[in-house]
């Protein structure tokens, strides 16, 4: 099946510092890339969406200048949290799908953030 | 928005023991998926469901997707300690391909 890389899969940054997070699409070219964030023992939240060579698309309440998303290439997502603070400390997911009715989902490996 | 509700939360199990958990929407979805997420790991896709009244079947798990295509339910027969994680049932918003709508998850506990 396809698979995403995403890393890394753990981070420690120091509050006020700038992390990011690699997603790339390794047999397959991904044209959408949805960012998810899950707080512990919650479900998974959509952040974003991207699309290749164009603006991601954000939910509701998500800080667009605060979580930095680029979708550059058809293989390659990113998500930079940009001066982060401890209540971004979250496990943070990619998602792409293959099919034209979301047949299929396959998520990344997931990030755990910890800002302290 | 549109929002699917899922219940239990929480659900403890003896080893042997059948389980449920089962989603609900408000609007007719076009198909609901279902993950199961290990602890500190990614939701992994087990199925999909499209057809209104289906049923599939994957070893002891029974997916069935509800008439008005507004619900749907997961069940175990026959707890394993394998079993323990959180699942999921997801719904696309439409029918473009887009982001999924998660419910909150219930999360199984086995003990043996």
């Known amino acids: 099946g396809a698979v995403v890389s995403q890393h890394p899969s753990r981070v420690i940054c120091k509050s006020g510092t700038s992390v990011k997070i690699e997603c790339r699409s390794l047999?397959?070219?991904?044209?959408?890339m949805f960012w998810y964030r899950q707080f512990p023992k919650q479900s998974l939240m959509l952040m974003a969406t991207s699309n290749e060579g164009s603006k991601a698309t954000y939910e509701q309440g998500v800080e667009k200048d605060k979580f930095l998303i680029n979708h550059a290439s058809l293989t390659l997502s990113t998500l930079t949290v940009t001066s982060a603070h401890p209540e971004d400390s979250s496990f943070y997911i990619c998602?792409?799908?293959?099919?034209?009715?979301?047949?299929?989902?396959?998520f990344g490996q997931g990030t755990r953030l910890t800002v302290v | 928005g549109q929002q699917v509700m899922q219940i239990p939360q929480y659900q403890h199990v003896q080893e042997g023991e059948d389980f449920t958990t089962y989603c609900n929407s408000s609007t007719t979805l076009s198909n609901i998926q279902w993950y199961k997420q290990r602890p500190g790991g990614h939701p992994v896709f087990l199925i999909q469901?499209?057809?209104?009244?289906e049923v599939k079947k994957q070893k002891r798990l029974t997916f069935q997707f509800g008439e008005a295509k507004k619900n749907s339910s997961l069940h175990i027969t026959a707890t394993q300690t394998t079993d323990v994680g959180t699942y999921f049932c997801?719904?696309?918003?439409?029918?473009?391909?887009?982001?999924?709508?998660f419910g909150k998850g219930t999360t199984l506990s086995v003990s043996s």
């Open positions: 047999d397959f070219q991904a044209t959408t």
């Open positions: 997801a719904a696309t918003a439409n029918q473009a391909g887009t982001a999924l709508i």
């Open positions: 998602k792409t799908s293959v099919g034209l009715m979301n047949t299929e989902a396959f």
């Open positions: 469901l499209v057809k209104s009244g």
